[in-house]
């Protein structure tokens, strides 16, 4: 669940959905490769002030919902 950022002028909640879906939505998503994008998202978590409430994959497309600071930019 999404929690309060306190910082020391704001106190915040900030959070992105996003889908990614395959090139032509085509299958290639499986076990290895969800296991592979969860790890990555582990270590984003550990670089940045950004956190993975939910990974989710299908066979071809990826939902992440994230909370971060007002800080950092979607496109960031």
């Known amino acids: 669940m999404s929690e ?4 020391s002028h704001n106190v915040s909640v900030l959070m992105y959905h996003f ?4 090139k ?9 490769v969800d296991q592979v994008i ?4 582990e ?8 956190k993975f409430i939910e990974v989710g ?3 071809d497309h ?3 919902l994230i ?3 007002p800080t950092y930019s979607p496109q960031k």
Do not use: G, L, N, W
């Open 4 to 7: 309060y950022i306190h910082k």
């Open 19 to 22: 889908v990614c879906p395959a």
């Open 24 to 32: 032509y939505r085509r299958v290639v998503i499986d076990d290895e």
């Open 38 to 41: 969860r790890e990555t998202c």
């Open 43 to 50: 270590e984003i978590e550990k670089r940045y002030e950004i």
């Open 57 to 59: 994959t299908d066979k």
């Open 62 to 64: 990826v939902h992440f």
């Open 67 to 69: 909370q971060s600071v």
